[in-house]
């Protein structure tokens, strides 16, 4: 199915649906839109609804198999009955005492070790219901060229607004900022009067935040400041760190009040026309000429004169320092004039370079995006350790999982890197070396032809002559890579309002939605919150139909949700082993009586293929076919 046809959908924002919390967040997000104070944030975070959307979104989670201190996973919770998830969690919030966070140390680029901080999984849950309600009060508030770890944002966004900054905008001078140890450093208190100042106000609420702050961390003690990496909420509240400092930026230059209203038109993305603003302040002002784009704690302010690019780095080395107890680090902070030099931002390094003449016949400045060289080694290096693996390993299985890991791999990196101007020039610099060592340790095993069954790769890698089969599956040929141009996020998206989301998401229209909300609304008490919640997904999955007839199901009464491997015989409440039948369909699923089975399948009148698909759940539960 190609992109064009396959219907819109976020699945966070369907699961919001699932639960019925999508028009509290629209409301939130509305309300935070017109700097509304929100005191009774409590009630909403604790709600049964928002505790069992928590545990949907996390569900799926890798990182949710991490475990904390107490040896616990997402399947320690999946165990759990909804009544008993939900009432634990809403005891642990009337009174939040953290557990310990486990510490990791995963190693850095430059060699050093980046500290984790990994909470229990019940401190992510409730990490997680804190962090819906929060989310949309926050977005509403957040600059649009803050990109890092915000809903419908990406790298991609950010490497679009740099480049538009330096081609379009013509500011060559970038100046580089690198936060000493940010996340380390990030000041409680401070932290706490920003999120007052957002109108965050619940006082409970915030007294839980700081309790999350300084969770014991095992083994070294209580944190004075920082936000541990690892935990689910510190990307945001690292955002509200610094979402002051993107407003004091924007208030230099492009937020600057001006007597008239210069903006008269929209563009269709629904940005507004700045240009007669512009023109007046550098006509009419002395202001220095300043833009900036973000990306976590990783940010550059571009420049039309050095001489501002030097006032401008002294004034926010200062405003760091005054207003967040920030330092930088003077090694790695830096202005560069873009025209002699490379500058470095999420795995890229951009630079500018004249192209041809403009009408009035001054050069023209484009920009040159090249894959970082530290990011083009680890991916070769990467690449021959899959085929060092593949080389020691003939077990068929092992192979297949290490062919997808490899293929996935790859275009992820073709998808990420792409978007760089010179990534094919790029990545010929190590295809040879790759390729050669593919050959090298795999010549023997190798083949030439093949069929491609995966439909991605045959729409993307099918026209390639480099592509190689290993026992008949795919190898995605590293050098096959087009550029692409990166898009800036679109101004009129956003996930927290009904117009907001029609371009990314279409809402749930195919089921009947006083029935989902019934389901969702009375779990069974006897099972699992895993088994309740496919529950609710498969009724959607299906359309609200039964699996085997087709026909519509209008009430609890007629819908069962089987278990097609029985818990006695190994089977478990996992999505795949779970389907929704009509009743009639379920008792003959189950029935051993001759007279039973002879009486509904006349009742039921199925063809070939659905009595193909029931005698194959029969089978299942070690029962004969009808």
């Known amino acids: 199915m190609t992109n064009e046809k396959r219907p819109l959908k976020r699945q966070k924002l369907r699961n919001a649906e699932y639960y019925n919390m999508q028009q509290t967040f629209d409301e939130l997000y509305a309300d935070s839109k017109k700097s509304a104070v929100f005191t009774g944030l409590m009630e ?177 003690g209580f944190p004075e400041k920082g936000t541990p990496q690892g935990g689910i909420i510190s990307p945001l509240l690292s955002n509200i760190v610094l979402n002051e400092f993107d407003w004091w930026l924007a208030s230099q230059w492009e937020n600057m009040p001006t007597k008239r209203n210069y903006i008269h038109r929209y563009y269709k993305n629904g940005t507004p026309d700045r240009s007669s603003t512009v023109r007046t302040l550098r006509n009419y002002s002395n202001l220095k000429e300043c833009y900036f784009v973000r990306y976590a704690d990783d940010f550059k302010i571009f420049c039309r004169k050095r001489s501002d690019a030097v006032k401008l780095f002294e004034a926010t080395k200062l405003w760091l320092w005054e207003r967040l107890g920030l330092e930088i680090s003077e090694e790695k902070s830096k202005i560069i004039n873009l025209k002699r030099h490379y500058s470095e931002f999420l795995g890229f390094k951009l630079k500018v370079r004249t192209k041809g003449k403009k009408p009035d016949g001054q050069p023209r400045h484009v920009v040159e995006a090249h894959i970082k060289d530290k990011a083009l080694g680890k991916i070769k290096e990467k690449s021959k350790q899959f085929f060092g693996a593949l080389r020691q390993t003939y077990n068929p299985q092992m192979e297949y999982t290490l062919i997808m890991r490899y293929n996935a791999y790859i275009i992820g990196i073709h998808n990420y890197y792409c978007i760089a101007t010179h990534v094919n020039l790029d990545i010929q610099k190590i295809a040879f070396d790759v390729k050669k060592s593919l050959y090298n340790r795999l010549k023997h095993r190798l083949q030439k032809k093949g069929q491609l069954k995966d439909s991605y790769i045959k729409q993307k890698y099918g026209k390639s002559r480099e592509i190689r089969y290993l026992n008949g599956y795919p190898l995605v040929p590293i050098a096959y890579v087009q550029h692409r141009v990166p898009m800036d996020k679109t101004r009129t998206v956003c996930r927290y309002s009904q117009a907001g989301r029609a371009g990314i998401h279409e809402n749930l229209r195919c089921v009947n939605m006083e029935l989902l909300y019934y389901i969702m609304q009375h779990p069974f008490s006897n099972r699992s919150v895993e088994y309740n919640d496919n529950r609710v997904s498969l009724y959607v999955a299906q359309y609200g139909k039964c699996a085997i007839t087709g026909r519509e199901l209008f009430d609890t009464t007629d819908l069962h949700c089987h278990h097609k491997l029985p818990m006695e015989l190994g089977g478990g409440d996992e999505y795949q082993n779970l389907i929704i039948v009509c009743n009639p369909v379920h008792r003959l699923i189950h029935a051993t009586s001759v007279q039973v089975i002879e009486m509904l399948l006349r009742e039921l009148n199925l063809d070939l293929k659905q009595r193909k698909k029931l005698n194959k759940l029969r089978e299942m539960m070690g029962l004969e076919a009808v």
């Open 44 to 220: 909403i975070i604790s709600s049964e609804e928002n505790i069992r959307l928590a545990h949907r979104n996390m569900r799926k989670n890798q990182g949710s198999k991490t475990v904390g201190v107490d040896d616990k996973s997402i399947k320690d919770l999946n165990s759990f009955s909804e009544q008993a998830l939900t009432a634990h969690v809403q005891k642990r919030l009337a009174w939040y005492i953290p557990n310990q966070v486990r510490r990791v140390e995963i190693p850095k680029d430059n060699g050093k070790m980046r500290p984790l901080g990994i909470p229990t999984i019940m401190d992510r849950l409730i990490q997680q219901c804190v962090l819906q309600v929060l989310e949309p009060i926050c977005e509403a508030k957040f600059h649009e060229r803050s990109n890092g770890f915000r809903p419908d944002h990406s790298a991609e966004n950010a490497i679009a607004q740099a480049e538009r900054m330096i081609q379009n905008v013509g500011l060559h001078y970038v100046v580089d900022i690198d936060i000493k140890s940010f996340f380390d450093n990030v000041n409680h208190g401070k932290l706490l009067k920003q999120m007052w100042a957002l109108g965050i106000r619940d006082k409970k609420l915030l007294s839980i935040i700081s309790a999350m702050l300084k969770a014991e961390v095992a083994g070294i």
